[in-house]
């Protein structure tokens, strides 16, 4: 059974999880009724780097811990380990499909209803 963590944990182990860390920061601009084409652009722009700024400031921390887990995973390879192929292969092959699945999902948001050859 897995061990249950507690926030003071969490926290002394650099893991704030992200519902903690979203709670105070700055929110979209919500559209106002009757707002000018100049509003518009300025909130558009406004939420566009907010949403790229949360990218780049959840996605950093997220990739380190993806890279760390992977080498805690091929330290597993060493000789206090007994495994077979197929358990490596099985092991990757979810692993290859996770990470494609993610893959998929970036290039769902940039995908276009034009077609061209």
């Given at each position: 059974?897995?061990?249950?963590?507690?926030?003071?944990?969490?926290?002394?182990?650099?893991?704030?999880?992200?519902?903690?860390?979203?709670?105070?920061?700055?929110?979209?601009?919500?559209?106002?009724?009757?707002?000018?084409?100049?509003?518009?652009?300025?909130r558009h722009l406004y939420n566009n780097n907010l949403r790229h700024a949360n990218f780049r400031r959840l996605g950093a921390p997220r990739v380190t811990?993806?890279?760390?887990?992977?080498?805690?995973?091929?330290?597993?390879?060493?000789?206090?380990?007994?495994?077979?192929?197929?358990?490596?292969?099985?092991?990757?092959?979810?692993?290859?499909?996770?990470?494609?699945?993610?893959?998929?999902?970036?290039?769902?948001?940039?995908?276009?209803?034009?077609?061209?050859?």
């Amino acid at each position: 059974m897995a061990r249950k963590v507690s926030t003071e944990d969490a926290e002394q182990d650099g893991v704030i999880s992200d519902d903690a860390e979203e709670r105070s920061l700055p929110r979209l601009l919500p559209a106002k009724p009757n707002e000018t084409a100049e509003e518009k652009s300025a909130r558009h722009l406004y939420n566009n780097n907010l949403r790229h700024a949360n990218f780049r400031r959840l996605g950093a921390p997220r990739v380190t811990r993806v890279l760390n887990t992977i080498r805690l995973l091929s330290k597993l390879a060493g000789p206090s380990y007994s495994y077979d192929a197929a358990e490596v292969a099985r092991m990757f092959a979810v692993i290859d499909q996770v990470i494609d699945n993610a893959k998929l999902a970036f290039q769902k948001s940039k995908v276009t209803d034009t077609f061209d050859f």
